[in-house]
Every structure is written in C-alpha cells, then in structure tokens.
C-alpha cells in the first residue's frame, strides 16, 4: 500500500508519495509537484534532496556504514583486490574467476596510450598542476578512441580502457613534469604494482615492489572506489545526463574533484600538519583557532556532509598509516602531529557536540607519503580510485528508463521587469 505525505498550502492540498529503499531510507516523491502545484522547492547544496535511484552504493552517516553493492567497505578493503572492486561496481556483482582473468587481461591489453597523446604533455607548462592535465587527457582520449562507443561492446570497451589508461596517463604526467623517462606499464604486475612501478622506475634506480606499499595503494582506492552522490559524481551524472560521452562526463568528475572541499581536502590535511611542524606542534593553538569563528584558519581532515560519526574509511585507513610508520626507518614527523590532533579533538566539546571525527582525508595524505606520492598526486591519486564509481555512476543514469536530462529550477531573487533605457538617455 502506498504511503503519502501530505503538503497543504492556501487551503488546497497536495498527496506527495512516499518511496522506501532497501535499507529502509524514505524519499518523498516530489517529481510532480510543480505541474501540480506551481510550486518548487528550494534546498542549497541539496543536503536534503535525492537526485536519483542508486543500487551502487549505500551509506548510513548516523552508523557510519559504506557498502558497495551491499558489500561492506571494511570487507573488501580486507579481502578483495581493486579490480575486483571495480567490476563489483561497475558490473552489480563480484566476478568469477573466468570473469576476473578476462578483465585483467582486457585491463592490460589497453594500458598502453597513444604515442601522439605525448604531444598534449609537451603543450602543459612544466609546473601545470596534475588535475588540471589529467582531466584535459581523459577529454582528448575521445579523438583517439571514438570508436564502437554507441553499442554494449563499444561502451565496455570504453570503460575497460578509462580504468586502464587513466593510471598510464597520471604516471606519465609525474615523469614529464619532472623530465624523466616516460615508463610504460608490464603485462607481468597488478594493477597496483604497475602504477608504482610506472611512477618509481628509472634506468639508474630499478623499482623494487614492495608487496606492503602495494596492499596500502589498493586500500586506498577500494575507500575512494565510490561515495554516493557526491560533488564529483553529482557532476558526472549531470553532464552525463546530457548524453555526452563518457570520456567527457569523467572529465567533469576531474575538474569537480580538485577543489580542497573535496578530492583536494587530503593534499590540504598534509599542508595543515606540516604548517602546525613549522610552529612548533602546537596542537592546542589549532584546536583554537578551529573553533573560533571569526578566524579563518580551517582544520580539514574533520567532520564530513554525511557522517555523524567516525568515517568507516577513515578507522581503515588510519591503520594502514600505523603499519606503514611501523615499518619505515625514518618516522614520519606528520603522524605523531595527527594523532596528537586526533586524540585532543576528541577530548574537546565543541569537537563532539558538533560530530567532528576524523575523516578519510586525515590519515590517507600520510599513507601516500608513505608510498612516495608527491603531495600534488595525491588528488590524482583520490581521481584514479574513484573512476569505477563514476563509470558506475554514468552507466546506471544511462540505463535508467526513467531517464530525464538535469535541468533544476530556480527562485529568482533578481530586479522585476525593467525598460530598456537608451545609452544617450542613461544617467
């Protein structure tokens, strides 16, 4: 039986219905509200609206709960590998093994890029930021694989080469920046092991993979595989919806994923910590500063949209940073600040009235770091795990019969109809 809501306005009402997903969240459906009533809703940064079904990704920010097609986050961190992650993403459902073996193959058949997309790097300034380059190659691979786009083949195809190209493409653009040797991906290393690979190795220092610096890396992207309906999805789905191609749509994610608020928010944590080193640690000052209003400092790697309580990415990755410190010769200065941070927010008031626990951000920039990522990657970084879940993302709002393309409204707040006023008659 169908369950309403019931808005009454001026003395006429309107019966809005009532959807239930299946984990019990309610929706009200207000799809029909305007041709009904005239009237709109309004709901800055959309807190408060769904913008479409998703059987993708599940979120509960009171728990802090992430599953990915019902597959708790923590379980696949633990378990699964990052291709597997994508295809569970992307495909509804974990792989078999013959499903697996073909999708690896497929992902390194398309490694390599074309010889001519070297050229598009030469045309940067040396000093361009990676996000910016990355998102423009993502756009140009359309004019160098168009083909076979429009069909069940060609769109798989497509999205196989995007998961595969896109950590060839980051590598090259770490190397170019820093004139060094361009090196190309081996059939012989996991999709992990190969982007180290491709981003460490030279001629006089031959890569030596170490196995644990390649569990972090896939950790790292499973957590940053999907989030919901976030800005960089938000974005992708929308420029999607237009019909654009894919490579276009992922593009957008890029661009929209490199704001600090954002994808940026874990370069911006290492930057926050290691201003703190320069003045000495003092941790007290900063808890300060972050709770008084009138200072503009900000203390990222705290609090988040959806979670009200400790990000479930965050308890997962902030292990991987211990592990990592553990085995490293030379202690990394950054993680004892953190975790000085950490335990005095959580001891504070304002920090605990106010949910703000620790997030992905906070532990992930040291991870990196551990890894040898340059802090301007770490975006780039954040862009390559999110990739399944865009193309996610863009493939359910493609597939979607009730498909309709993004066109929000508005409450116009600008000057009532004015007169033209001639040039030679203005004041």
């Given at each position: ?352 009235e106010h949910n703000l626990y620790p997030n992905v951000d906070f532990y ?64």
């Open positions: 039986m169908t369950e309403f809501a019931t808005l009454t306005l001026n003395g006429k009402s309107y019966q809005l219905p009532v959807l239930t997903g299946t984990e019990g969240e309610k929706a009200i459906d207000i799809s029909r509200l305007r041709t009904d009533s005239g009237l709109i809703t309004l709901d800055n940064g959309f807190s408060s609206t769904g913008s479409c079904r998703s059987a993708i990704t599940f979120m509960d920010g009171e728990k802090g709960i992430l599953r990915y097609r019902g597959i708790p986050v923590e379980q696949l961190a633990e378990q699964a590998t990052f291709k597997e992650t994508a295809y569970l993403l992307i495909n509804g459902r974990l792989p078999s093994r013959k499903e697996l073996t073909r999708f690896s193959v497929l992902l390194n058949d398309l490694s390599p890029v074309h010889e001519d997309l070297r050229e598009f790097y030469r045309g940067f300034p040396r000093h361009s930021h990676p996000m910016g380059i990355l998102s423009s190659m993502v756009n140009a691979l359309r004019s160098f694989y168009p083909e076979l786009e429009t069909t069940d083949e060609g769109i798989n195809l497509t999205m196989a080469r995007l998961l595969s190209k896109i950590r060839t493409l980051a590598a090259m653009s770490y190397k170019i920046s820093r004139g060094h040797r361009v090196v190309y991906p081996r059939p012989d290393l996991t999709y992990c092991a190969n982007f180290l690979n491709m981003m460490f190795d030279s001629p006089v220092r031959p890569y030596q993979i170490d196995e644990e610096l390649v569990s972090a890396l896939r950790v790292f992207w499973i957590l940053h595989a999907d989030h919901e309906q976030n800005c960089s999805t938000t974005a992708v789905r929308v420029v999607g919806s237009g019909r654009v191609n894919l490579y276009a749509a992922i593009s957008a994610g890029i661009a929209a994923l490199w704001g600090p608020l954002h994808g940026g928010a874990n370069q911006a944590v290492i930057e926050m910590l290691e201003h703190i080193a320069r003045d000495k640690g003092n941790v007290k000052k900063v808890i300060e500063r972050a709770k008084d209003r009138e200072d503009p400092f900000r203390l990222f790697g705290f609090g988040h949209r959806v979670y009200r309580t400790y990000d479930p990415r965050g308890k997962i990755i902030k292990k991987m940073a211990d592990r990592l410190m553990e085995k490293q010769q030379t202690p990394d200065p950054l993680l004892d600040i953190a975790r000085e941070l950490e335990i005095a927010a959580r001891k504070d008031d304002y920090f605990i992930s920039g040291i991870v990196l770091r551990a890894i040898g990522i340059p802090t301007n990657m770490f975006t780039v970084m954040f862009a390559i795990g999110r990739l399944p879940g865009w193309i996610a993302q863009w493939k359910e709002s493609i597939d979607d019969p009730g498909w309709k393309i993004t066109r929000p409204r508005q409450l116009y707040t600008g000057p009532p109809r004015t007169d033209y006023v001639p040039i030679d008659k203005r004041p």
